[in-house]
């Protein structure tokens, strides 16, 4: 290999069209102050373009949305990696826990949820 050449990982193709980003959009009640794009074919998840984040669809089924709540940025920050990187079950958790943590009054931490 020369270093140029991609690996079968390195592409993806998006089988969401336009309709389906309006139909997130709408679902999710987000304004203009949010842009769906899809990918072109020479884009990958892991590097979007200037100013933007990958998110996929089982992630926003899974409970993600916007704007993030502040955890999710710590958390992805504790774990070292980025948003687009939590499994959708990962959504499913956070959510969960942050209402938990809301209703018992106890101080929300990465840390924390590590530990449980």
Not at 51 to 72: A, E, K, N, S, Y
Not at 99 to 106: D, E, S, V
């Amino acid at each position: 290999m020369d270093g140029k050449e991609l690996f079968w990982y390195s592409r993806y193709i998006s089988d969401l069209d336009h309709h389906d980003l309006s139909s997130l959009q709408s679902n999710l009640g987000l304004g203009a102050a949010y842009e769906f794009r899809l990918p072109s074919p020479d884009e990958h998840p892991s590097s979007p373009p200037e100013g933007f984040i990958t998110v996929f669809r089982d992630q926003i089924l899974g409970g993600l949305r916007f704007p993030l709540h502040p955890f999710f940025s710590e958390l992805s920050q504790y774990c070292g990696i980025g948003i687009s990187q939590f499994a959708p079950n990962v959504f499913r958790a956070v959510c969960g826990t942050i209402i938990l943590c809301r209703i018992y009054q106890i101080p929300l931490i990465a840390r924390l949820f590590h530990h449980f």
